[in-house]
């Protein structure tokens, strides 16, 4: 009885503390796509752009999508765009760049396992700097994949462990300052071990996406396909 109610109560806290970073992080985003500019800048990401130029139009997921840059590219060469994230200020910059190239993607508001999407339904799940809460990378990245069709293709870039230490040497830099939330190659080998992994590396690249992304920087990419 007694062991019962502890097991409640710490249930009830992790719940409690789980809802607080959200919290935190929603008003972090929100007040960072406050502003006019584009945080991330207008144009896509390279690494997705390469990637997405050399595939048939289907339709794509975009989780984190932010001020909507990724999307909105998609939706201009013909694919069709579901797009979340948990900024309803990355909402209206989306909404209003998706005004500007004349196209319409579907942007949900709200944290991951909040929404729900059809299963085995998309050809492309992408994230880009989608960097998740400590101790959910893997559950999310799995998660992800059940939206995916099978032969279907899941495209990430995000910064790696090192970015941390190139972040200290050179006082700028974008990307999370906790390690747990930056990707390694085998924490990806990891999540996508029933994939066939066409890409994944790790490259010191030089980012110049808006006001947040600059200068060299140490990124992960991958392109794996569902089998
Ligand atoms: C660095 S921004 C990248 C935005 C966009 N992908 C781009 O490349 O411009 C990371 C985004 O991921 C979103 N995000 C992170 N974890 C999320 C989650 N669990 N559910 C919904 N959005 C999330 C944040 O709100 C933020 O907008």
């Known amino acids: 009885m007694l062991k019962n109610f502890h097991i409640k109560r710490y249930a009830g806290l992790k719940l409690f503390s789980f809802l607080m970073v959200l919290k935190i992080m929603k008003e972090f985003w929100d007040q960072r796509y406050g502003n006019t500019k584009y945080a991330y800048g207008e144009e896509p990401n390279s690494w997705f752009k390469y990637r997405i ?11 984190g999508e932010g001020e909507g840059r990724n999307g909105i590219y998609a939706a201009r060469l013909g694919w ?15 909404e209003k760049l998706a005004q ?33 809460a400590p101790g959910l990378r893997e559950k999310y990245h799995r ?5 995916l069709k099978r032969g279907g293709r899941f495209i990430i870039e995000g910064f790696s462990k090192e970015q941390l230490s190139m972040i200290s040497e050179s ?40 006001i947040f992304h600059n200068g060299m920087s140490s990124v992960i990419r991958f392109d794996g396909r569902k089998s």
């Open 143 to 147: 998660l992800l994949g059940t939206y």
């Open 53 to 63: 130029d050399g595939m048939k139009p289907g339709k794509i997921l975009l989780p």
């Open 100 to 132: 500007k190239y004349n196209v319409e993607i579907d942007y949900k508001v709200g944290e991951l396992t909040e929404l729900a999407f059809d299963l085995e339904l998309y050809d492309a799940v992408s994230l880009v700097f989608t960097h998740f």
């Open 171 to 210: 006082d700028s830099g974008g990307g999370p300052k906790n390690i747990d939330m930056l990707y390694s190659i085998e924490e990806l080998q990891h999540d996508f071990a029933d994939y066939d992994i066409k890409e994944l590396r790790k490259e010191i690249v030089h980012l110049d996406e808006g």
């Open 80 to 94: 069709e765009v579901h797009a979340f994230d948990q900024s309803i200020e990355g909402k209206r910059k989306a």
